[in-house]
């Protein structure tokens, strides 16, 4: 490269948040081209994109508010679809969860004697406010090291009415009023490896 200067210029070609800057020597054929972002390995998915979907899934939102963001804050439009992204997201989530959750129980244990009945309080809550949500979620805390050791997926939700045949992996798995799921839950973790159940009430 001389000494002539630089020119940078920005492709119209753009993948979601991601930019691609040409560098260019106003008089020799130097050019060179870099992203604003770095991509996962192998893949042409730009990382930016996949933490951006994953910011606007931690705070509940999806591809809207998304774009409504990215043009309030004069940002490139963040990716059409956000589905691709959120199956990502999903696998790396519950490779981190089954890690945590196995490293936690252990931890509880230990401080347990090594006995596998340990104490633990249980907290449930719902997709939405009130009594009417389709999915829940119920979380079992250990006592001694107040880390998650357990958590269970509640759905009254059925996707498979609109299909011509029931699929096998159906995610209904409960059947009952929205504010039994806590209830049923805690008697199934009773039955378990665990010594007692702490109410909600004691803990407030």
């Not at 200067?5 to 948040?17: A, F, I, N």
């Not at 870099?34 to 390995?41: K, L, V």
């Not at 990502?88 to 969860?97: E, H, Q």
């Not at 004697?113 to 249980?122: C, P, R, Y």
């Amino acid at each position: 490269m001389c000494n002539s200067g630089l020119d940078m210029q920005v492709l119209k070609g753009k993948s979601g948040l991601a930019i691609t800057f040409v560098l260019k020597c106003f008089a020799c054929p130097y050019r060179v081209e870099f992203s604003s972002s770095n991509f996962h390995e192998g893949t042409q998915i730009a990382t930016i994109n996949t933490r951006f979907v994953y910011a606007m899934r931690s705070i509940g939102k999806g591809a809207e508010v998304g774009r409504m963001f990215c043009g309030v804050m004069n940002l490139p439009q963040p990716p059409t679809r956000f589905s691709p992204y959120g199956k990502r997201i999903l696998n790396a989530a519950k490779l981190v969860y089954e890690d945590s959750i196995q490293n936690a129980a252990k931890e509880a244990i230990c401080e347990n004697e090594g006995n596998k009945n340990i104490a633990v309080a249980v907290d449930g809550t719902w997709q939405k406010c009130g009594y009417t949500s389709l999915n829940g979620v119920v979380t079992v805390t250990s006592i001694d090291t107040g880390k998650v050791i357990d958590v269970d997926i509640l759905s009254k939700y059925c996707a498979c009415k609109n299909l011509p045949f029931h699929e096998k992996d159906c995610k209904r798995n409960y059947v009952g009023s929205s504010g039994a799921m806590e209830i049923k839950v805690r008697l199934k973790f009773f039955n378990g490896h665990y010594l007692y159940i702490m109410p909600d009430i004691l803990r407030t």
